[in-house]
């Protein structure tokens, strides 16, 4: 189902992190706190990026705090929910600081437990999920975006590139399960919320994008390489962001 830009409201903008909000924040002028009940005292901002306006919103780590307060958030009327942020590698084609957009989430950690491990399941499927751990982005959305951020990439020297993310309630810092959930899913990165937030914005009939910068590489020197890379991450991920956002005031 195609959804279309919503002509007013701001764009509400979902991080996880304070260090991958604050990103955003350096682009961000006017900013003044908005409280709403069940969000947290600053967790959500008003402010504009250019002159646009937007919502940047701390939501918290994992996919039920970031679906508690993106829900929240959705009092402000939003035009589209992005979520941003950092992200793990799931193969070798990706560098640190490359970004992604997404063209499709799912979550990896819908599964049935086996001895052995877990197998995904419901994607696509009337049982148990409708398909619904799956979600394709609306193609002409994030072609209209990664177009718009090509000047962008051009100027920073900013890899960016469209694929799939995998979304789960797991910080992945172990190579063979890195390379299980890639094996699964056959997604480009891995994060913990994504999915999450694309499902809240779908259920609500508001258009989505998912954009995430990666950090590191998912193995056993991901404990490391994420707080190393983080500012990096975040920073290539808010220019990606703000460079995106005229495109969605013309849809």
């Keep these: 189902m195609q959804h279309h830009v919503r002509p007013s409201g701001p764009t509400l903008i979902a991080a996880a992190l304070s260090e991958e909000r604050a990103a955003l924040e350096a682009h961000a002028t006017d900013l003044v706190p908005h409280a709403l009940p069940g969000l947290a005292e600053g967790a959500l901002l008003i402010g504009h990026i250019d002159g646009y306006p937007v919502a940047l919103l701390r939501c918290g780590v994992g996919k039920v705090a970031s679906v508690v307060a993106v829900t929240a958030a959705l009092a402000v ?93 797991w910080f992945v810092a172990d190579q063979k399960v890195r390379d299980a959930i890639a094996a699964r899913s056959s997604a480009d990165l891995v994060e913990m919320e994504g999915a999450a937030i694309a499902y809240a914005a779908r259920t609500h009939g508001i258009p989505w994008l998912v954009i995430r910068s990666v950090s590191d590489s998912g193995d056993g020197e991901a404990d490391l390489s994420f707080w190393e890379y983080l500012a990096l991450a975040s920073k290539n991920a808010a220019e990606i962001v703000r460079a995106i956002l005229p495109a969605l005031e013309r849809r």
Excluded: K, M, W
């Excluded at 989430?105 to 197998?119: C, I, N, T």
């Excluded at 751990?133 to 590139?161: C, K, Q, S, Y």
């Design 77 to 169: 009327q939003p035009r589209c929910v992005i979520s941003v942020g950092s992200a793990g590698a799931l193969h070798a084609g990706y560098r640190v600081g490359d970004v992604l957009l997404a063209d499709g989430v799912l979550q990896h950690d819908f599964a049935a437990a086996e001895a052995d491990g877990f197998r995904l399941f419901g994607y696509g499927a009337d049982i148990p999920s409708n398909g619904d751990p799956l979600l394709v982005a609306d193609a002409e959305l994030v072609t209209a975006a990664f177009n718009a951020a090509a000047p962008t990439t051009a100027r920073l020297g900013i890899n960016l590139r469209r694929g799939r993310v995998a979304t789960g309630d």
